[in-house]
């Protein structure tokens, strides 16, 4: 079993949908990260967060310590957004990816 | 705006050939990674580094080295290129730890070994 493990590995939506992915850890983190990754492109991070929530336009993170887990949320989802979302766990120093989740906004 | 840097972008090179991926900062950033990644798949960390005159292994390091001789640079070196290392190669750093830790990632270095 990976130590953080992402869901739904595949998600298709149509524009303007409320879009969740869920992210699990096994492991004690320091922070969790959320990046986005466009089709050949590269990677940008989203948010950090070591508790609670975070928002940054469409889109907010929330993090649950005692549960080991966390959200992304993509409010009026836009065709734009489609790309590979992935989480991030900073464990001893070292970085622990999830396997990612690609998203398809259709118009 | 992230402040991280890799060159080449893309490299075309034949087997059997040394080359070395740049990769440089100006954030200050103590923490460094080189990842490599295939089309649609995870990323695998092949180097890390604390510090300078830090740099420790990932799961992929058996074919590859790395240097942390100043804070910003950090490069990355094959010493005899296979197909096998056909892929992208991604650069990432991050200050100490709580808030002050974001990742920040580079463009990537896409690599074909013919």
């Known amino acids: 079993k990976n130590e953080v493990e992402q869901s739904p590995q595949n998600l298709t939506a149509q524009e303007g949908e409320f879009i969740t992915i869920n992210c699990s850890y096994s492991?004690?983190?320091?922070?969790l990260h959320w990046l986005q990754q466009h089709p050949g492109g590269g990677i940008v991070s989203l948010f950090m967060?070591?508790?609670g929530k975070k928002k940054h336009g469409r889109l907010i993170a929330t993090i649950n310590i005692q549960e080991k887990h966390s959200s992304l949320h993509i409010t009026a989802s836009h065709p734009r957004d489609s790309a590979v979302y992935i989480c991030?766990?900073?464990?001893?120093?070292?970085?622990?990816f999830g396997q990612g989740t690609t998203l398809q906004v259709k118009p | 705006e992230a402040d991280i840097y890799q060159t080449p972008r893309y490299l075309v090179i034949g087997t059997g050939k040394k080359i070395t991926l740049e990769c440089s900062q100006t954030?200050?950033?103590?923490?460094m990674y080189w990842y490599q990644q295939d089309p649609g798949m995870e990323l695998h960390l092949i180097h890390y580094?604390?510090?300078?005159?830090?740099?420790e292994k990932g799961d992929l390091s058996s074919e590859s080295t790395v240097s942390r001789i100043r804070t910003e640079h950090f490069p990355l070196t094959l010493e005899s290129a296979r197909p096998s290392h056909t892929s992208q190669y991604l650069c990432?750093?991050?200050?100490?730890?709580?808030?002050?830790?974001?990742?920040?990632f580079g463009e990537g270095s896409r690599l074909t070994v013919l």
């Open positions: 991030a766990v900073t464990n001893t120093g070292k970085l622990i």
């Open positions: 967060l070591s508790s």
């Open positions: 990432a750093s991050r200050a100490g730890t709580g808030v002050s830790g974001e990742l920040f």
């Open positions: 580094s604390y510090g300078v005159n830090s740099t």
């Open positions: 492991v004690g983190i320091s922070a």
């Open positions: 954030m200050g950033h103590d923490k």
